[in-house]
C-alpha cells in the first residue's frame, strides 16, 4: 500500500470542498486517485483525460486541480512537447522559468515553442502527500526513465498508438553511462537503420544496414560527449554489432539504440487533447489563483481572440449621479462582465478605468461573450433606467506575446493594438468585430440574426485599410445576413 500523510490529505481536501461548490463527488474522485492510483497515474496527469475517465465536465477539472495545486495537493508541471517524436524537452514547475527556444535532443531539430501547442500543463501529486517513484528520476528503471518520465503518452501516431510505445518496441538497446566511462551495447540487426541517441542530451547517430554485406559480428568504438557521437553516421552489415560508447562528458547520459526497419520514416503525429499554456492562461480560475506565476520574457501565443469593452459617457454617469453611486454600478458591470466572460471560456486580463480587456481561445466563444455581455448589459439597465451604462466591444483576433508586468501576466503586440483600436471605433451598444474575427469558422451564424454592417477604416499604426463588421443590438428581420467582402 501506498505510504499518505493521512493527515496533510485530510486538511488539504478539506479546503479543497470549501473552495468552491462543486458537482456532487468530484472531489471524492480526486481522493480516490490520489489513494489508489498507479505511480504512472500520479505524474503528469492530463486534467482532459482525467476528465473523460472520471465523467467530469473539463473546464471543472481543470479548476480542480487548480485549486488542489494551489492548496498543495498537487505541483503543476509546465511541460514543453516536441512536435515531432512527442519527447518531454524540457519541464519546469514555474512559468518564470519557460524558455520558448529549445531544442530538442532526439530529433536534433530548434523550435520557438508558442503555448499554444507545445506547452502542455499537467499535475503530479505533491511528495508531501504521497511519494511516488516519479519524484525521483535517478531511480527509474531505463524504459520508465526515457519513456515515461522522458516522452508524453498524448503524442499519436496515424493509427491513435502512442508514438513513444513504438519508440520503446524499436529499442534495441539502452544503458546508463557515468561519466568518462564506457558501456558496451550489443545489437543484431538484418537491415534497416540504426538510431543512437542520448534521451537528455545532443550526441546521436546513424548506421545504415546494408544488406548487401556479409553477415559478420562487428565492433564499433564511438566517442560521445554532449554535442555529438563520433562517428555520427556510417554503414554496417547485418549480424551482432557490438558498440563501445565511452562518455566523453562530465554529466550521466542513458542512451538508446533504435532498429528501425529499411525504409523508416518518422510518421505525423497528432495529439490527444491536452491543457495547453494557451488554454490555461485563458482561465478565470488560473489567473485568480496564480498571480505571482511571471514570465521575464516573452513567450508567444499564434492565436488568440481578444475582447475590449468600454463604457460610452462615464464621466458624465460619475456627474449626473455622483462618484459612489457610479463606482458602485462600474463594479458590478465589471462582476457581470466576468461572469460572461467565464461562462465562455474565458479570462479577464485587466480592467483599465471603466473598460475591460479579455482573452478567449477561439474567436466564437469571444462572439458568443460579447452578445452575451451586450445582452447582460440591456438587462442590468432595465432595472436602473436612470443610471443606464452604455457598452462599447471591439474584438480581433492574431498572435501576443504572454509576458508579466508590474506582477500581472499581460499580452502585447499588434493585435492588441488593433484590438483596442476596434473597441473604439464601436458606437453605443456596438460590437465592432475585425474581419480575421468575421471569417472564423462558426461566427456568421452566432451573428446571422443580427443586423451586420461591413466596412473599411484607417487604424493608427496599420499601413492599408481595415475591415471591419459592425453588429448592432438591431435582430434581422427572418433570416437575411450579410455576407462578403467590404467595400
Known amino acids: 500500500m501506498p505510504e499518505i500523510n493521512e493527515g496533510l490529505l485530510d486538511e488539504r481536501l478539506a479546503a479543497l470542498e470549501a473552495a468552491k461548490a462543486w458537482s456532487p ?4 474522485k480526486l481522493e480516490n486517485h490520489i489513494r489508489a492510483a498507479d505511480d504512472v497515474d500520479l505524474f503528469r496527469i492530463n486534467p482532459c483525460t482525467f476528465a473523460v475517465r472520471k465523467g467530469v465536465g473539463e473546464a471543472e477539472t481543470i479548476d480542480l486541480f487548480l485549486h488542489a495545486s494551489a492548496l498543495g495537493l498537487f505541483v503543476m508541471d509546465w511541460i514543453l512537447l516536441c512536435p515531432l517524436c512527442s519527447c518531454v524537452i524540457d519541464s519546469f514547475q514555474a512559468l518564470r522559468n519557460l524558455d520558448s527556444h529549445c531544442r530538442c535532443n532526439i530529433c536534433h531539430v530548434d523550435f520557438d515553442a508558442a503555448l499554444d501547442d ?3 500543463v499537467a499535475f503530479t501529486i505533491n511528495p508531501d502527500i504521497r511519494r511516488i517513484a516519479y519524484h525521483d528520476p535517478e531511480s527509474l528503471s531505463l524504459a520508465d ?6 516522452a508524453a503518452l498524448e503524442g499519436l501516431m496515424p493509427d491513435g498508438a502512442p508514438f513513444t510505445a513504438l519508440k520503446e518496441m524499436a529499442t534495441a538497446a539502452l544503458s546508463r553511462l557515468e561519466p568518462g566511462t564506457t558501456a558496451s551495447m550489443d545489437v543484431s ?3 534497416g537503420l540504426l538510431r543512437g541517441f542520448s534521451v537528455d542530451y545532443d550526441p546521436g ?10 553477415a559478420a559480428e562487428q565492433r564499433i568504438s564511438m ?4 554535442t555529438a557521437c563520433d562517428p555520427a553516421e556510417g554503414t554496417v552489415a547485418p549480424g551482432r554489432v557490438t558498440f563501445d560508447i565511452i562518455n566523453a ?7 538508446a539504440i533504435l532498429a528501425l526497419p529499411p525504409g523508416a520514416t518518422l510518421p505525423p503525429l497528432h495529439f490527444a487533447p491536452f491543457l495547453s499554456g494557451k488554454q490555461l492562461l485563458t482561465t478565470q480560475t488560473f489567473r485568480d489563483l496564480f498571480r505571482s506565476e511571471a514570465t521575464s520574457h516573452g513567450i508567444g501565443i499564434r492565436d488568440i481572440t481578444l475582447l475590449f469593452t468600454d463604457l460610452k459617457g462615464s464621466t458624465a454617469l460619475y456627474d449626473r449621479i455622483g462618484d459612489l453611486n457610479a463606482f458602485s454600478l462600474v463594479q458590478q458591470h465589471f462582476d457581470r462582465l466576468q461572469h460572461v466572460t467565464v461562462r465562455h471560456d474565458g479570462a479577464i486580463i485587466k480592467t483599465i478605468g471603466d473598460a475591460v480587456m479579455a482573452a478567449f481561445r477561439t474567436p466564437t466563444d469571444a462572439v458568443r461573450a460579447a452578445l452575451e455581455m451586450r445582452a447582460e448589459i440591456a438587462s442590468f439597465n432595465s432595472g436602473s433606467p436612470d443610471a443606464k451604462l452604455i457598452l462599447k466591444i471591439g474584438l480581433h483576433n492574431g498572435a501576443v506575446i504572454a509576458v508579466t508586468l508590474n506582477d500581472r501576466l499581460d499580452y502585447f503586440g499588434q493585435t492588441v493594438n488593433i484590438a483596442a483600436r476596434v ?4 458606437d453605443a451598444d456596438e460590437i465592432v468585430v475585425s474581419q480575421d474575427v468575421y471569417e472564423s469558422a462558426g461566427v456568421p451564424d452566432e451573428l446571422a440574426p443580427f443586423a451586420v454592417e461591413p466596412s473599411k477604416t484607417q487604424l493608427r499604426g496599420v499601413e492599408q485599410e481595415f475591415s471591419v463588421f459592425r453588429v448592432s443590438s438591431a435582430r434581422m428581420v427572418g433570416q437575411l445576413a450579410v455576407s462578403g467582402t467590404p467595400t
Open 25 to 28: 463527488r468530484v472531489v471524492s
Open 118 to 120: 507545445q506547452i502542455a
Open 145 to 150: 526513465y526515457s519513456y515515461r518520465y522522458k
Open 189 to 191: 540487426v538484418e537491415g
Open 205 to 214: 547517430f546513424w548506421l545504415t544496414v546494408d544488406p548487401a554485406l556479409p
Open 223 to 226: 566517442r560521445c560527449d554532449d
Open 249 to 255: 562528458s562530465t554529466r550521466r547520459h542513458v542512451f
Open 423 to 426: 473597441q473604439n471605433l464601436a
